[in-house]
Nanobody, 128 residues
Framework: QVQLVESGGGLVQPGGSLRLSCAAS????????IGWFRQAPGKEREGVSC????????YYADSVKGRFTISRDNAKNTVYLQMNSLKPEDTAVYYC?????????????????????WGQGTQVTVSS
């Protein structure tokens, strides 16, 4: 079965950390750009961070710069999002997407685009 599966979400206190994983099955992520997106209740889905397939270039939304780090492990067919110094406003459902797009900034700018693959999402709640 061809799919992306996110994991690693949960409840964390402000200032805490989580690491999200986006694992592919049925296809290899090597040739795909990967994006992490999030959608909070009542808001549109927005791009958080994206990573290219070739040179590893990355893009981060201003709201997460310096706190989140995206990385990929092609050997494990998995992309990660390390989230540190979490804030209540980071609360959302986090999704990953895979696409052959080459411009990662463009990928992150379009949170509702019909990319090649989307995961089902994982909930992140930041609350004391």
């Amino acid at each position: 079965q061809v799919q992306l599966v996110e994991s690693g979400g949960g409840l964390v206190q402000p200032g805490g950390s989580l690491r999200l994983s986006c694992a592919a099955s049925g296809f290899t992520l090597d040739y795909y750009a990967i994006g992490w997106f999030r959608q909070a209740p009542g808001k549109e889905r927005e791009g958080v961070s994206c990573i290219s397939s070739d040179d590893g270039s990355t893009y981060y939304a201003d709201s997460v710069k310096g706190r989140f780090t995206i990385s990929r492990d092609n050997a494990k067919n998995t992309v990660y999002l390390q989230m540190n110094s979490l804030k209540p406003e980071d609360t959302a459902v986090y999704y990953c997407a895979a696409d052959h797009i080459t411009a990662v900034q463009s990928m992150c700018a379009h949170g509702s685009y019909n990319y090649d693959y989307w995961g089902q999402g994982t909930q992140v709640t930041v609350s004391s």
